[in-house]
């Protein structure tokens, strides 16, 4: 695993530290990863490092296994029905 402060693009240990977010313009909410995924949809916050030295930004997710879906998840339309596989899908 890459150390975090390090900048992957110049290679400077200059990631700029503290609490920095990504957030919509007109609502201030979270910028989401969101995957979809047999009527299931699961969401993780996505997060910038910035680089102080070359100003690169570079995205990340902090949990990835929780866009993993697990047996337990239930679809978000309760009458979710998969779509049939038709010849374009090949």
Do not use: W
């Not at 609490?19 to 009527?39: A, F, N, Q, W, Y």
């Not at 879906?69 to 978000?76: F, G, R």
């Amino acid at each position: 695993m890459s150390d975090p402060n390090t900048c992957s693009k110049c290679g400077a240990k200059s990631v700029l530290k503290g609490e920095i977010g990504l957030r919509t313009s007109k609502d201030l909410e979270l910028i989401m990863v969101v995957r979809k995924d047999h009527g299931i949809e699961k969401k993780v916050p996505l997060q910038p490092r910035v680089c102080a030295q070359c100003g690169f930004v570079d995205l990340f997710v902090e949990s990835p296994e929780n866009l993993k879906i697990t047996s337990s998840d239930k679809p978000v339309d309760p009458g979710f029905k998969q779509r049939p596989l038709l010849e374009y899908d090949f």
